[in-house]
């Protein structure tokens, strides 16, 4: 390199060292609304406590190998999971389309030109640049001129608007990934209690089976009872009513049925047709995650952690805005060589190279700059009232379905004892009808009571069911703040 290209090279090293300081405040975590414990957990003791929480499969704790294939299929092939993973690798390039502000940039150029001037004038080209000069003596031979320049410029980032911009991107990246994070979470929870609903109106079915039959049964021993005189016609009118009632809340839960099954699809990405789940029971246990302290549930929740790297972004910002009160520096130079013939092209002498800088500053905006600042520190604000927000939301998630568990825990003991005396009147009321002591309405009314008290109890452990998968969900689902990546 020669010794212009070294002063060059060396000129943009200086600056590269000057720029050290990065204007606006640095950036603190602000604290959150603190929360002790838990309220709700005081006193209560799950039925079926899971010990630890399996890190990315939490739904294996329920043991249910059916809904474990379903749930590895979401992140795979989930279009909202998709959705986000593809923003998130948005967010990603645009932290390395800051980074590269750091560095010059550097641009080639080469052209060959041959011209031939009337009068006497010749056409010289160097670096793309064509200049004429009149020799005085009329020619008519043609000139061919050769031209390379390599140029490059730099704004050094002497008052850190680019690191401040380049800090920024990097927060909403990691947001944009926690983001993705809490989307998968979403939609694994959302499935989870999709397939559970399933598996309810499985049960139902059952239910509404075990009833039509029950009805069927009556019907005959109503229309034996007609013929033999002991109960009037209108008897076996009212038991087809309730049979042909029956059979039609069957087949409603067919549809229903078949409906959830469509959603379940539509959750791990296939049409509707590509997905058929055979029908099976329902667990009776109903496992409760473990419970962390609130100030952890801080680093566990993917939607608290957006929101945190939102904030880290917008103070990042403030220091954008404050750097539009400093001058913009340009660093500028280029290197180059022009000859008549390529062998030359290269020589010493017909070496041509400049360096140069500019200074811009704004001296009157009318109080642009002063409003950018002011509304960069609001949309800050804005960002922390956010985030405390979500912790309190966050705080109210577990304490909801912490209640909801205790509750529906104590009712599912009450409505079981509603279902045991239920089937032990029917049998009472069955027996007493074929010896012809009570009316067949009596039997009607115990029927209809035990379908009742069965469909109270699978709504009930539906119910403690769903509110596992959303504590499992607002605990953050085994994620930490850990997973999100360093730049």
């Not at 389309?97 to 004038?121: C, I, L, M, N, Y």
């Not at 200049?131 to 020619?139: F, L, R």
């Not at 949309?379 to 205790?406: C, I, N, P, S």
Request: proline share 4%; with cysteine; hydrophobic share 45%.
């Amino acid at each position: 390199m020669s010794g212009a290209g070294l002063r060059f090279a060396a000129a943009l090293a200086m600056a590269s060292g000057l720029c050290a300081c990065a204007v606006g405040p640095d950036y603190h975590r602000p604290a959150a609304p603190p929360s002790p414990a838990f309220k709700e957990a005081a006193g209560w003791t799950p039925s079926h406590p899971v010990d630890a929480l399996d890190k990315g499969a939490w739904w294996s704790m329920f043991n249910d190998p059916t809904l474990d294939g379903l749930e590895r299929r979401v992140a795979a092939a989930n279009q909202t999971v998709k959705e986000y993973e593809a923003a998130y690798r948005q967010a990603h390039a645009i932290v390395a389309e800051a980074q590269a502000s750091f560095f010059p940039v550097v641009t080639a150029a080469a052209d060959a030109q041959r011209s031939k001037g009337a009068g006497g004038t010749t056409g010289t080209t160097i670096g793309g640049a064509t200049t004429t000069t009149t020799t005085g003596v009329s020619t008519s031979r043609a000139v061919t001129t050769y031209g390379a320049t390599l140029e490059a410029s730099w704004a050094p980032d002497f008052w850190g608007k680019i690191r401040r911009t380049v800090e920024s991107d990097k927060a909403l990246a990691q947001a944009s990934a926690a983001d993705l994070a809490n989307a998968r979470l979403s939609a694994q929870a959302a499935l989870a209690q999709d397939y559970f609903q399933l598996r309810t109106l499985d049960e139902e079915k059952t239910a509404y089976a075990d009833t039509v039959s029950a009805y069927e049964r009556l019907v005959k021993l109503t229309q034996d009872q007609v013929r033999e005189g002991t109960q009037p016609q209108s008897a076996v009118l009212t038991a087809q009513t309730q049979l042909y009632a029956a059979q039609a809340s069957l087949i409603a839960v067919g549809v229903m049925r078949a409906e959830m099954e469509h959603a379940i699809a539509v959750l791990v990405g296939v049409a509707p047709s590509d997905l058929t789940i055979s029908p099976a029971s329902l667990s009776r246990e109903v496992p409760t995650p473990p419970l962390t302290l609130p100030s952890t549930l801080l680093e566990r929740r993917p939607d608290i952690a957006v929101a945190e790297r939102r904030m880290a972004s917008g103070n990042a910002l403030i220091g954008v805005a404050v750097a539009a009160y400093y001058p913009d520096v340009t660093l500028s130079g280029d290197y180059g060589s022009s000859a008549s013939s390529l062998g030359k092209l290269f020589n010493a002498s017909n070496t041509l190279w400049s360096f140069g800088a500019d200074a811009t500053e704004t001296l009157l905006d009318f109080g642009l700059r002063r409003a950018q600042v002011r509304a960069a520190k609001a949309a800050y604000d804005e960002d922390v009232a956010t985030y405390r927000q979500t912790v309190l939301t966050a705080f109210q998630g577990v304490e909801d379905e912490l209640a909801a568990l205790r509750i529906y825990q104590e009712e599912e003991a009450a409505v079981l004892r509603t279902e045991t005396a239920a089937r032990q009147t029917l049998k009472l009321d069955l027996d007493e009808f074929r010896e012809g002591t009570v009316d067949y309405t009596t039997v009607i009314a115990a029927q209809a009571s035990l379908l009742s008290a069965s469909l109270n109890v699978l709504t009930v452990l539906q119910n403690r069911l769903d509110a596992s998968v959303l504590l499992v969900e607002d605990l953050g689902g085994g994620w930490t703040a850990a997973d999100l990546p360093k730049s």
